[in-house]
């Protein structure tokens, strides 16, 4: 009678944890495989705790791409909350710019002096050599849906940035994205690796590819 008060996982619930840790150890295994990719999107689990939501391979690759672009011949990009995309222009070795990562996440260090810390709570504590006005494009990803988090992370990217602005957040923030930062929503539209309840959208402040 005692195991009565029990809590019980319904089928379906238990169903998806099953086939949560499934993928789970598939994607460890890939990781203990010969050839892993560490800079592969999803090489790193996303914390959901930490609102994280990888995209999807084929929409890092289009804004990775789009960012290559954007930047210029011997650019230089700052990723500030968008490991997906950092991730993508890693595996584009050889060509011709510069990226580092600003991220809260602290198992991103694993790349080194690329890897920034970032606390959006703090938009200016910002390493020294992080210079005003030096990057060619900042693409974002706030990791909230909230003015509070977009107003403090437009404080960062328009300290980073020398005009360009990549911005990827939810539709809903639209007003608030023209706001503080000018910028207008695209008609590409971005997808994760897992749904997400909230409609996401990009939005830019320059001629881009993504229209």
Not at 180 to 194: E, Q, T, Y
Request: overall charge negative; aromatic content about 12%; charged content about 25%.
């Amino acid at each position: 009678d005692d195991d009565d008060d029990i809590p019980q996982l319904s089928s379906h619930a238990l169903a998806a944890l099953q086939e949560f840790y499934l993928e789970q150890q598939q994607r460890e295994g890939m990781k203990t495989s010969q050839g892993f990719n560490q800079y592969s999107v999803g090489s790193i689990e996303e914390n959901w705790q930490l609102s994280q939501f990888w995209y999807s391979d084929e929409t890092a690759s289009c804004l990775a791409n789009e960012v290559i672009v954007a930047a210029g011949k011997g650019g230089r990009i700052a990723c500030i909350s968008a490991p997906s995309v950092y991730q993508k222009l890693k595996e584009q070795d050889g060509k011709d710019f510069s990226v580092c990562i600003l991220e809260y996440d602290r198992r991103f260090s694993v790349y080194g002096e690329e890897f920034i810390f970032y606390d959006y709570n703090k938009p200016l504590n910002l390493p020294d050599n992080l210079l005003p006005h030096s990057f060619d494009i900042v693409i974002a990803d706030p990791p909230y849906l909230s003015e509070e988090c977009l107003q403090k992370t437009a404080e960062t990217i328009r300290y980073l940035t020398k005009g360009k602005i990549l911005l990827c957040t939810g539709a809903i923030m639209e007003e608030q994205a023209a706001k503080h930062l000018g910028v207008k929503i695209c008609k590409f539209i971005p997808k994760h690796s897992r749904n997400l309840a909230n409609e996401f959208r990009c939005y830019v402040n320059y001629a881009s590819g993504l229209d």
